[in-house]
């Protein structure tokens, strides 16, 4: 019989496939204690584990490439962190067997930030799944990961670490779904880069049954349970309705009366442009920098490195717009050279332009670097400072980049409802504003952006985060100015319509978003598009504003 789940869909598309389970976690090791003259050769082990660990880990992210590299290099360095080592060693120095002392340092680590309640606390999956390999290699057993199997399935986990999810193999893993997780957790954006329709956090996920039938609609976040022949015709009618306007949609974003919303690509260093040009994008709308810095997180880079890095990117969109957001470093990207090593909570803490104006240094030679990538290009570049709060910092900024003799227009990102209540101050000092909706979303509601359980709160329908949006979207009107979205919000093809809606200028998103973004936009006038954007904030909920927006764009 057909039942129906609903969870949050974050990547589109449709799968139909039987259930198939990622493999389970590494079991406890057992607690005994060894004689004081092992302890140098467990230690021994341990080491190993934590170093051939790590190389998988590095290996999986060079056969990835493109922002799942960068996700997987950062969980080597967990694995690698000095105090965790220190404290393994410990362990083991005083009796426990290297398994054990493994287990027990990760724990003691992992219930730290949970208590705490800091952001990293939102790491704890990687951060398990770092602990299991180790374990795993240690004990002899089998990896947990993704089950093998020689036909298509749907994945179901509790949760996906990065090591599993950037290696997902398209091909036979139709599509997954997640327990836990959130619309802008790591795996989900994996998943958008995949192009692998994917639902999270669907509680109770775990007990559908292993070849279980299960269609998954990764669009409206449905779990369709041994689902009929009639609902398959149908899934599958609407699936081969959507590639079909996405192949016959090409060009410029706009609307159907021809408004231009130019549809821009997040990318996280130089190997995602290729999918960024492929899929059409007008250019960049976030390059998110702190990749090239967490290559190493004891020093910055070489203005050298990060020139190359920087006109790599440049010269792929000429005549097109490059946003480059300088370094956000902090919160859940700490780095030894720049953050403070103890903050009761980082994510209200030093952190993006507060770390950078701490270390004016670090900030110029950045600025300086984006200046001689730019020399001689055609492109039109564009900076942005992280986490800005009032128009004291937007000034500071804009008084850096200036100094360093960066010709480009400056602008802020909107994460703070601060920035966004007072949009118009903060314009007097910089040229256009850029939405980063997952943070503006976790600042809002209090709700971190990785822990599912308070996913409700990141969707970003909520009419309280379309409110803040339609509020910065009117100061940059008013000052006849630009405002953009860099959030995964923009992603969201129906989300779009309502944003463009609001005012929004521009938006930017994974480029496998791109094509239904703009094939969406291309169905409906901008006069539409506002009837559905004050819909949805004339609504109390999330799935309200979703459903009045649907109703007004489908014109029921």
């Given amino acids: 019989m057909e039942t129906t789940l609903r969870g949050v869909g974050v990547s589109h598309g449709v799968a139909i496939g039987e259930v198939r389970h990622m493999g389970t976690a590494v079991l406890e090791p057992p607690a005994k204690q060894i004689p004081a003259e092992e302890a140098e050769r467990e230690q021994g082990r341990a080491r190993q584990a934590v170093e051939a660990v790590a190389a998988d880990l590095i290996a999986r992210g060079n056969l990835a490439g493109g922002e799942a590299q960068h996700v997987l ?10 105090e965790l080592m220190a404290d393994v060693d410990r362990r083991i120095a005083v009796g426990s067997t290297a398994e054990r002392g493994v287990y027990d340092a990760f724990a003691a680590y992992r219930a730290l930030l949970a ?17 299991n390999r180790i374990v795993a290699r240690l004990l002899g057993v089998p990896m947990p990961g993704v089950p093998d199997s ?9 949760d996906l670490a990065p090591a599993d999810t950037a290696l997902l193999d398209p091909t036979l893993v139709l599509g ?10 790591h795996s989900a954006i994996l998943a ?39 609902k398959r015709a149908e899934l599958a009618a609407a699936a081969a309705e959507r590639r079909a306007a996405l192949s016959a949609s090409t060009g410029p974003g706009a609307t159907s009366d021809g408004h231009k919303v130019p549809l821009l690509a997040n990318i996280g260093g130089p190997a995602d442009v290729p999918a960024a040009v492929e899929a059409g994008a ?7 920098t702190e990749f090239l810095f967490l290559d190493d997180s004891k020093q910055a880079p070489s203005e050298e490195k990060q020139v190359e890095a920087y006109r790599t990117v440049l010269a792929a969109f000429p ?17 030894e050279f720049l953050t403070p090593a103890e903050e009761p909570n980082p994510a209200l803490g030093v952190r993006g332009l507060r770390s950078l104006l701490e270390h004016p240094d670090v900030l110029r030679t950045q600025l300086t670097a984006l200046a001689k990538a730019a020399e001689g290009l055609p492109v039109y570049l564009e900076v942005m400072a992280p986490m800005v709060a009032d128009r004291t910092d937007a000034k500071a900024f804009a008084d850096a980049c200036r100094a360093a003799g960066l010709q480009a227009k400056f602008g802020a990102m909107v994460e703070i409802p601060s920035a966004a209540l007072r949009a118009r101050s903060i314009l007097q000092e910089v040229e256009f504003l850029s939405l980063g909706t997952n943070d503006l979303a976790q600042y809002t509601f209090a709700a971190d952006r990785q822990v599912g359980a308070v996913s409700r709160l990141q969707d970003p329908w909520q009419p309280a985060l379309l409110d803040l949006v339609a509020a910065s979207a009117d100061a940059a009107k008013a000052e006849g100015k630009s405002c953009g979205v860099c959030g995964e919000a923009a992603a969201d093809p129906l989300l779009a319509c309502v944003l463009t809606g609001l005012g929004v200028t521009s938006l930017s998103m994974g480029a496998k978003a791109i094509p ?13 598009c506002e009837r559905a954007a004050a819909a949805a904030r004339a609504t109390d909920t999330a799935d309200e504003a979703r459903a009045a927006a649907q109703a007004v764009l489908s014109g029921e």
């Fill in 150 to 158: 020689d036909e298509p399935y749907v994945l179901i986990a509790r």
């Fill in 73 to 82: 290099e950062a969980q080597a360095m967990m694995a690698q962190d000095p």
């Fill in 176 to 185: 997954f779904v997640t327990e836990e997780g959130g619309p802008t957790s």
């Fill in 115 to 131: 208590n705490a309640g800091e952001y990293l606390a939102g790491r704890v999956a990687d951060l398990d799944d770092v602990r």
């Fill in 192 to 230: 958008r880069a995949l192009g692998v329709p994917a639902v999270v956090a669907l509680p109770g996920a775990g007990e559908l049954a292993e070849g279980t039938v299960v269609a998954v609609d990764g669009s409206t976040g449905e779990i369709f349970v041994e689902p009929t022949a009639e």
């Fill in 516 to 528: 239904y973004v703009r094939a969406t936009l291309a169905k409906h006038t901008l006069a539409q």
């Fill in 282 to 288: 007008e250019g960049v709308g976030l390059f998110r």
């Fill in 319 to 335: 005549e097109g717009r490059v946003v480059v957001r300088v370094l956000d470093a902090g919160a859940d990207k700490p780095l």
